[in-house]
């Protein structure tokens, strides 16, 4: 029988084997062999270790360092603790991601008894590759891609007789599977719609034909010239309804005027496929491929009608927001967008704010290398703030990185700064628009006036939260601005480490400015 401490170590060798150079460990008894194991390689430089109190928050961790390149694990121990790791699993299976998230248990004998801390675990992170290891022979049935669930069967004892001599690993780097180009040809009045992850093949894709990209914030092709900023508002006009076919890559997820765009029967649908498990596109698909190329075209009668209104309605909506008396969410994402460097970093919450910073997005060169990510595999707030610390670390650390999200969404993951001392620390401005509540249902069907008496009851939920006083709880600094000029100024000077920047707007006349913003169009 192999013992705990041999079964761990062959564990950590696995994952070194499979790339894994970041390990996220939340402390507990039953996963103590993998820990030692984990603490030991990284001692010897094979991997990092980092160590989080809230698995949730572990699991987001190495969800925000994969996203960025880097290979990681999370480790934690057996019972509820497993659970803490299903929304961040979750998150890496729809958006494709190759986390592994490794979890102790009880021996076989003790599944199905009243034993402290046993349940059943197995298949527990639904939908993940799954294995459960009782022995070394059983990691033999581990791929590379993932993600993966690696639950790991550990009996007594518990800790290590000695230290680990951490042999030489051979990691196992097989090339990726390239397929060929299919060429899309010339003809209907297209346009590209880019969603999360899409790549800067979407803007070349574009270029080549004269095409407008429509170009979510978050699809690493929202550079260049095609790029249009306020395709959303312009899509209801009559340039949409003169669409015909679209190319669609990645993974949309912010608009509902591209929903409407790609359910409609007379557009013909080419998908580029992406990533992520679930690939079956929720809407009709004429032709589906791997890559896609077309011919260079040299006609932009098409494209310069798109661009013409885009820069008349971006000039609309730059003037509605100077006219405001009060700062807008809008002109915050703006500032955030213009204050990312080449080869910065810009993470994003869901909600409010990656569809405010989808209007008002800094014009990016390509080739600047802004890399400016959230998680869209499910588009929920969990794990944000961990996920920008994670992917802050991956990052090098002369890159500036910031972060973008609303208040509710901080504070729903403010377990992520909790760090120990001899934690890794990143340098990462976290911009929290703080509106006192949930204000993107106030721009949906429940924000309408006939359910105002129950709407903060049930949508709104202001919460009162000093985010100041929240922030010295764990030693985060922490400013608190109120304008455009006070907002550029913090973003111009970061103080290093991680920070938060708190700024006030409103959230009773969001609906309003949003009808007005829709309406430039009209």
């Known amino acids: 029988m192999t013992s705990s401490t041999d079964l761990a170590r062959g564990v950590i060798t696995l994952l070194v084997s499979r790339g894994v150079t970041e390990i996220v460990v939340a402390p507990g008894s039953r996963n103590a062999p993998l820990a030692f194991a984990a603490y030991d390689a990284a001692r010897a430089g094979v991997v990092r270790l980092h160590t989080r109190i809230d698995e949730r928050a572990a699991g987001f961790l190495a969800l925000g360092l994969t996203k960025v390149g880097r290979r990681a694990a999370v480790v934690c121990t057996s019972g509820t603790a497993v659970a803490n790791l299903h929304p961040a699993a979750l998150e890496a299976w729809h958006s494709g991601l190759p986390v592994f998230f490794v979890t102790a248990d009880r021996p076989l004998r003790l599944r199905g008894t009243s034993a402290s801390q046993t ?48 042999p030489e690993i051979t990691i196992d780097d097989r090339p990726r599977v390239r397929h060929d180009e299919v060429e899309i040809p010339a003809g209907p009045r297209t346009v590209v719609v880019a969603g999360d992850e899409a790549g800067p093949s979407a803007r070349v894709l574009a270029q080549r034909g004269q095409w407008p990209l429509f170009a979510e914030p978050t699809s690493g092709s929202r550079t260049g010239t095609h790029a249009l900023r306020t395709y959303r508002l312009l899509l209801d006009g009559d340039l949409g309804a003169r669409i015909e076919r679209v190319v669609v890559a990645g993974h949309p997820t912010l608009s509902r005027p591209i929903g409407r765009l790609l359910a409609r ?49 971006g000039r609309e909506l730059d003037a509605l927001l100077r006219a405001e008396a009060d700062l807008t969410p809008h002109e915050v994402a703006g500032a955030v967008s213009r204050a990312v460097p080449d080869g910065g970093l810009l993470f994003v919450g869901a909600s409010s704010p990656i569809r405010d910073l989808d209007l008002m997005v800094a014009r990016y060169d390509v080739g600047g290398r802004r890399k400016v990510i959230a998680n869209r595999g499910l588009a929920g707030i969990d794990g944000t703030v961990s996920t920008a610390i994670g992917a802050a670390l991956g990052r090098p650390r002369s890159t500036r990185a910031l972060a973008l999200m609303g208040d509710v969404t901080f504070l729903h993951d403010a377990t992520g ?22 204000s993107i249902f106030s721009m949906l069907e429940q924000g309408a006036p006939e359910f105002a008496d129950r709407y903060d009851a049930l949508f709104g939920t202001p919460h009162g939260v000093d985010i100041a006083s929240l922030c010295a709880a764990t030693r985060t600094p922490h400013l608190r601005v109120t304008s455009l000029l006070e907002l550029e100024q913090a973003l111009s000077s970061p103080n290093g480490g991680i920070e938060v920047v708190e700024v006030a707007v409103r959230r009773d006349n969001r609906r309003d400015l949003d009808a007005r913003i829709r309406a430039l169009t009209d």
């Open 119 to 166: 349940t059943d675990q197995v298949g527990i992170l639904a939908n993940l590759d799954f294995v459960d290891v009782a022995d070394l022979d059983a990691l033999t049935m581990v791929g590379r891609q993932g993600p993966w669930h690696l639950n790991i069967q550990l009996d007594d004892p518990l800790v290590p007789e000695g230290r680990w001599d951490v």
């Open 265 to 313: 029967e007379d557009v013909e649908v080419w998908d580029v496929e992406g990533q992520g498990l679930w690939r079956q596109r929720p809407f009709g698909v004429d032709h589906a491929v791997a890559r896609a190329t077309t011919t260079e075209s040299s006609d932009t009668e098409w494209f310069d009608a798109w661009a013409a209104a885009d820069r008349s309605v």
């Open 417 to 438: 700064l909790v760090l120990g001392p001899a934690e890794a620390r990143p340098d990462l401005t976290i911009v929290v628009v703080n509106d006192d509540g949930g």
